[in-house]
Nanobody
Framework: QVQLVESGGGLVQAGGSLRLSCAASGRTFSSYAMGWFRQAPGKEREFVAVISRSGSTRYADSVKGRFTISRDNAKNTVYLQMNSLNLEDTAVCYC?????????????????WGQGTQVTVSS
């Protein structure tokens, strides 16, 4: 089991930026695919971005060009840089680990989940 802890959420005005971090406890972090998901009130958890063990990335259409996922294997940390935030980005954001190392976009493809961090965008 991998322990994941998100941080960096907060309140930001539309058009602003936030960087989320997710620290992982796994000894073989570099072999995991790491994903970011989010869940707005009353909606299902949805895919945002993923980075594979090799560093390839994939993004949801709604965040392409605005968000960037990256990882620092030396720090066992994955990041999500969020720019040009809008009201629709308001959600609890979760990081997740796939120990098999695949860059999946479905929530069922991940083994471990963090507790989430709130991102609130105001006008």
């Amino acid at each position: 089991q991998v322990q994941l802890v998100e941080s960096g959420g907060g309140l930001v005005q539309a058009g602003g930026s936030l960087r989320l971090s997710c620290a992982a406890s796994g000894r073989t972090f570099s072999s995991y695919a790491m994903g970011w998901f989010r869940q707005a009130p009353g909606k299902e958890r949805e895919f945002v971005a993923v980075i594979s063990r090799s560093g390839s990335t994939r993004y949801a259409d709604s965040v392409k060009g605005r968000f960037t996922i990256s990882r620092d294997n030396a720090k066992n940390t994955v990041y999500l840089q969020m720019n040009s935030l809008n009201l629709e980005d308001t959600a609890v954001c979760y990081c997740a680990a796939d120990r098999a190392g695949f860059a999946q976009i479905g929530v069922t493809g991940y083994d471990d989940w963090g507790q989430g961090t709130q991102v609130t965008v105001s006008s």
